[in-house]
């Protein structure tokens, strides 16, 4: 997967995806990072890529000129993905990341991030873009955060990834629930045990009773996810004899 940036700060991507998992699927060829600084789109001499709002009001806009010339050029220079690819624009009035999002996105061969700064986009930049995606209902400097935070879900989603195939379908929120409680050596530590059935080796019982302790653990701590995660009957009647009291 090629996934590309448009960002005033092509530096503030260096330390996150310069180590771990990122790093590796760079190394290894199974994504290609690439930056562009739509400041070298600018029209003008000083480079300036904001201006003040028309109207009045507070801080500086982002000018459309140099967003909507680096991101022609990229798409002019991308041309073997035009069908498989997507652009997005970080900004709060998108819809929430997602699991289920990250999923999606994993299946295109491109995306194209529409990093903004200072207090937003000049509402012309807008139709670049495919959709906006927030991360949530915060306010950030700038849309690299996001891109980032993105980049990493949707990175573990991409075959060979991950070292272990089988770590992306565990994890939470993968199926609509969060994680079952892990363990390792020593079996016990100032008192605690862990679980008898971990140590049985009945791969059934394992899978069985993770399943339920994920359904436990969504239920005590994001119960709103319970109202789309795809159940069985037998697992709502496992989670009705365990209301609390």
Known sequence: MRIDYITLFPEMFAGPFGASITKRAVKKGLL???FTNFRDFSFDKHKHVDDSPFG?????????????RA?????????AYEKQRRILIMDPSGATFTQAKAKELATYEQLIFICGHYEGFDARIYDLADEAISIGDYVLTGGEL?????TDAVSRMIPGVLGDEESAPTDSFYEGLLGFPQYTRPREFEGKQ?????LSGDHAKIRAWRRQQALLTTKRCRPDLLKNAILTEKERRFLQDHEEP
């Open 32 to 34: 290609e990072l690439v």
């Open 71 to 79: 991101v022609r050029d990229v798409l002019e220079k991308t041309t």
């Open 146 to 150: 996001p891109a980032m935070v993105i």
């Open 194 to 198: 862990v679980p008898d059935v971990l």
């Open 56 to 68: 009045g009001g507070a801080g500086m806009v982002l000018k459309p000129e140099p967003m909507v």
